[in-house]
């Protein structure tokens, strides 16, 4: 496992609300990811780094930088830009993906979704569940500040 990427579970919440209206509690997936990375932890003297998206968008070459430290990997400039475009990997969610599909670097783009977790009950309590979990990636995850190496 090579790194576990994160997000608000109210982002996530309303995003994939938008695409699948009749999601469950578990597709928020941010309890699975802390699963994952707790098993990894156990498996491995090196867990996989977290990078929380709001980290990536604020300081993307910073956050970048640290990550390819933290796999081992050089750091390159070039992976802070890219070509626009659909790829493979994303055909059964294009859809979700159009934002960055048509984006060239890391941004934040405001998206105003119908539902989310100020209107609809349900949503809020998805991401109630799985908001501590996210905290818990949060405490581990990369910073600008983080010793890790």
């Known amino acids: 496992m090579r790194c576990l990427g994160s997000r608000r579970p109210a982002e996530i919440a309303a995003s994939f609300s938008a695409i699948k209206p009749d999601m469950r509690c578990g597709e928020v997936g941010v309890e699975n990811l802390w699963d994952a990375h ?4 156990e498996l491995s003297a090196t867990p996989p780094p977290v990078i929380d998206a709001a980290d990536l968008v604020a300081d993307p070459e910073q956050m970048m ?6 796999v081992g990997i050089p750091f390159r400039e070039d992976s ?8 493979t ?3 059964l969610t294009d859809e979700w993906h159009e934002t960055v ?15 989310t977790v100020a209107n609809t009950p349900r ?10 979990f996210y905290e818990r990636l949060r ?11």
Do not use: N
Not at 38 to 41: E, G, L
Not at 65 to 70: Q, S
């Open 65 to 70: 930088i640290l990550y390819c430290r933290a």
């Open 139 to 149: 405490t581990v995850r990369l910073t600008p500040r983080s010793s890790r190496p």
């Open 123 to 132: 949503l809020a309590e998805f991401s109630a569940h799985h908001e501590k």
């Open 80 to 87: 802070l830009t890219w070509d626009t475009g659909h790829r």
């Open 38 to 41: 707790a098993r990894a932890s």
């Open 101 to 115: 599909a048509g984006s060239t670097q890391f941004s934040d783009p405001a998206t105003d979704y119908p539902a």
């Open 89 to 91: 990997e994303w055909r």
